[in-house]
């Protein structure tokens, strides 16, 4: 398919715009005056610690899946070819909301929730929605009031037992995210539910002992109706078979020696925007210490706020088996935690990210160069071609140009220089791009130098008829992602992670991921609900010790960044055990940090710490029994 769009011979500026969290200022006619820098890929440790999954295989037990009420809708108005869009700075839609009536607010939602009792004291109810014609839908769960200590599942009524599950505090801490990027809408405090594949999703919340379910204030007012199968996995070898829907003359990735190592930097992108559903491709890249930070790059056009990055899932090693097969890779896995949006600009068409999500063992963080290429140089390209398998492709460089990226019809180019420009043209020698392409890296001599917006290209074209644009990065990397990539400072933040325990009522904090796995595997009673917050594992400057005291009568932790309080806690309860520095935080709200709320329950001497401004207004609203204490200290929200 050929995407028109205009190359205009005059020169002329670009309108440029920033969103995002921590960003710079951009343009077009930016120069790139920071001081070279380049890093080469890096390849993440087998041992490096992963996060737990959020799939569960659950036993389907009689009584241990809930009733659930099912919402049907009917077929949709519009086709997939109807909303579909190739145009160039335009994502590729394979989705569109739906509005869902029964469940459109908190009140008619509760009452759709079939309740009963859970063997430790709780309730559980579920939902199960369903819109005819859908190859996968994704809920969205409109979020103004949610316990932290809630469980929330989705899974499809034919699977029951292939679950995936998420606290109420991971969820809080998403609307959080978006909440404190500036989005207070319903958009900002809806959370969407992964796309698992299936034509049906149920959604099932339990909410622990004690808690009232009128405490409950969430709806689903829509869904995100998925035309696309994106997990059509092909059971035949035949390569004259397409696993997805790219065009014939696409090549499979698996068959050039180029960029072997990159394929494993290279992710599929499904995400929410809006309530439609769309497709990009994006790049792991690599820091200067290689630090391992999930630093993630893609178009603009593609993910431009912090609300559509919190719905992003990526699919990683999503290629052939071998070169021609129409299988996918063994090793293919996702990843469905979102991201933290850091840097967006629309002049070059750069959004830089930080996944929240540890990658998969074994992904590579690639390469790249703040060095601006020159005309002629040679660049290769991989990418996911309306959704399909890794694809490549190769050309070379062969001018620059200011681009208006507004999407479709308003998206036009005027050639620039060298020295003031915002996007490479990029000749077509062998392959094309096509819907799904935007976001993907060009290489130059293994190291990126630019992020896809769009061309025109088919596989019809005569050659070296076929071009794209990719917004330069150089030009971005001076105006802003410098700051992460270079820092001066490569301290990085460790997870801290949370648990419940449902004996007790008291939660547990560890920075350890073996004491996390330890607790997960010998403590029934402790319910895992994620990462917590981010600390520093090693003292960096500006941060204070937080100490870590056990009381073998409550059987809980207490925490506290104090060296006075804990003094005193050593000389006033002596039966307290003292496990010294726990993690590294701040007494202020210096560096990004966040307030770190305290809580404190009289009735059994504990204290309740939570990094959520969402759930610390709840336990204020609902839990009348817990005394607020204020700021405890200042941690982070994102590594």
């Not at 839908?137 to 679950?163: D, I, K």
């Not at 796995?517 to 609900?529: C, G, Q």
């Not at 520095?581 to 701040?586: G, H, K, N």
Request: proline fraction near 3%; include cysteine; aromatic fraction near 12%.
């Amino acid at each position: 398919m050929r995407m028109n769009w205009r190359l205009v011979a005059a020169v002329a500026g670009v309108a440029t715009a920033l969103a995002g969290c921590g960003g710079g200022t951009d343009g077009a006619a930016v120069v790139a005056t920071a001081v070279p820098a380049q890093t080469q890929a890096w390849v993440q440790p087998a041992d490096t610690v992963q996060d737990v999954s959020p799939m569960r295989v659950r036993v389907q037990e009689e009584g241990s899946i809930p009733k659930a009420q099912r919402v049907a809708l009917g077929p949709m108005a519009r086709t997939q070819a109807q909303v579909a869009t190739f145009e160039p700075g335009v994502a590729l839609q394979v989705g569109e909301t739906r509005s869902i009536s029964q469940t459109a607010t908190a009140a008619a939602t509760l009452g759709q929730f079939q309740w009963q009792s859970t063997a430790d004291g709780g309730q559980v109810g579920a939902i199960s929605f369903a819109s005819e014609g859908a190859a996968g839908v994704r809920l969205g769960v409109l979020v103004r009031q949610l316990p932290g200590g809630a469980v929330l599942r989705v899974y499809s009524q034919s699977r029951p037992g292939e679950v995936y599950q998420i606290s109420g505090q991971e969820v809080l801490q998403r609307i959080d995210t978006n909440l404190r990027a500036g989005d207070t809408s319903d958009d900002g405090r809806t959370w969407w539910t992964p796309y698992l594949g299936y034509a049906d999703a149920t959604l099932e919340v339990e909410l622990p002992a004690g808690t009232r379910v009128s405490s409950l204030d969430i709806a689903v007012p829509r869904l995100s109706h998925i035309f696309t199968d994106l997990q059509a996995l092909a059971a035949t070898e035949d390569p004259s078979l397409q696993v997805g829907e790219a065009a014939t003359c696409e090549l499979d990735a698996n068959c050039y020696s180029d960029l072997v190592s990159t394929r494993n930097a290279v992710a599929r992108m499904i995400y929410v925007k809006d309530g439609g559903a769309y497709l990009c491709t994006g790049t792991l890249l690599n820091d200067r210490e290689s630090t391992g930070t999930p630093y993630f790059i893609s178009a603009n056009h593609c993910i431009s706020t912090q609300t559509v990055a919190s719905t992003l899932q990526t699919d990683w090693f999503y290629r052939s088996a071998t070169c021609g097969s129409n299988s996918v890779l063994a090793s293919s896995t996702k990843r469905y935690g979102g991201a933290t949006l850091l840097y967006a600009a629309s002049s070059t068409d750069t959004s830089f990210m930080r996944l929240n999500e540890t990658p998969p063992a074994g992904v590579t963080f690639a390469g790249w160069t703040s060095t601006a290429a020159t005309t002629g140089a040679a660049v290769s390209s991989l990418h996911h071609p309306k959704g399909d398998l890794l694809k490549y492709s190769n050309g070379g460089i062969t001018g620059f140009y200011n681009c208006n990226v507004g999407g479709g019809s308003t998206f036009s180019c005027t050639s620039g220089t060298a020295a003031s420009s915002s996007h490479y043209l990029m000749t077509l020698s062998q392959g094309i791009t096509e819907g799904g392409s935007s976001g993907s890296g060009i290489f130059n001599g293994g190291q990126m130098i630019g992020v896809l917006t769009g061309g025109a290209s088919s596989c019809t074209a005569a050659a070296g008829s076929n071009y794209n644009m990719y917004g330069r990065f150089d030009v971005a990397y001076a105006a802003g992602i410098k700051n992460w990539l270079w820092p001066q400072s490569a301290t990085a933040r460790t997870s801290i992670y949370r648990f419940y325990n449902t004996a007790t009522g008291a939660h547990f904090f560890t920075s350890s991921a073996a004491e996390r796995d330890s607790v997960i595997a010998n403590l029934k009673t402790f319910n895992y609900e994620g990462i917590g917050f981010y600390a520093y594992g090693t003292q960096a400057a500006g941060t204070s010790p937080v100490f870590r005291f056990y009381n073998p009568r409550t059987a809980a932790h207490f925490f506290t960044i104090s060296a006075a309080e804990r003094d005193w806690v050593q000389q006033t309860y002596p039966f307290f055990q003292y496990e010294g520095p726990a993690w590294y935080a701040q007494t202020d709200a210096s560096n990004g940090a966040t307030a770190m709320y305290r809580f404190y329950l009289p009735k059994t001497g504990t204290h309740f710490y939570t990094i959520s401004a969402a759930e610390r207004d709840y336990v204020i609203a609902q839990l009348k029994e817990y005394q607020y204490e204020g700021t405890g200290y200042y941690a982070w929200t994102t590594q």
